[in-house]
Nanobody, 123 residues
Framework: QVQLVESGGGLVPVGGSLSLSCAASGSSFNKYTVGWFRQALGQEREFVIVQSWSGYVTFYADTVKGRFTISRDNAKNTLSLQAHSLKSEDTATYYC????????????????WGPGAQVTVYT
């Protein structure tokens, strides 16, 4: 069992940057594939970035490639998302997630979820 809690959401102007953090507790965090997903109002949850437990495999959504990065600190049980050059279409609730398995972009394959953090990009 892994418990996840996001922090760092908020209001950001177009073109700005934001960092989101996810604190994990429970089982050994370093054994899990982790990732960030987001859900805009009225839309389905979509994958943003996922990374395998080893860190060797990282998938980026085309919409964020070159703008968003993921990092994890297994010693501190934390996961971070660095978002730059934000666009209005990045407005969404952002979720960190974890699964005991290989990296996958499918949110339905993730067992553990944080409650989410709202990110609003304004013009």
């Amino acid at each position: 069992q892994v418990q996840l809690v996001e922090s760092g959401g908020g209001l950001v102007p177009v073109g700005g940057s934001l960092s989101l953090s996810c604190a994990a507790s429970g089982s050994s965090f370093n054994k899990y594939t982790v990732g960030w997903f987001r859900q805009a109002l009225g839309q389905e949850r979509e994958f943003v970035i996922v990374q395998s437990w080893s860190g060797y495999v990282t998938f980026y959504a085309d919409t964020v490639k070159g703008r968003f990065t993921i990092s994890r600190d297994n010693a501190k049980n934390t996961l971070s998302l660095q978002a730059h050059s934000l666009k209005s279409e990045d407005t969404a609730t952002y979720y960190c997630a974890a699964r005991d398995g290989v990296a996958t972009k499918d949110p339905n394959q993730y067992e553990y979820w944080g409650p989410g953090a709202q990110v609003t990009v304004y013009t």
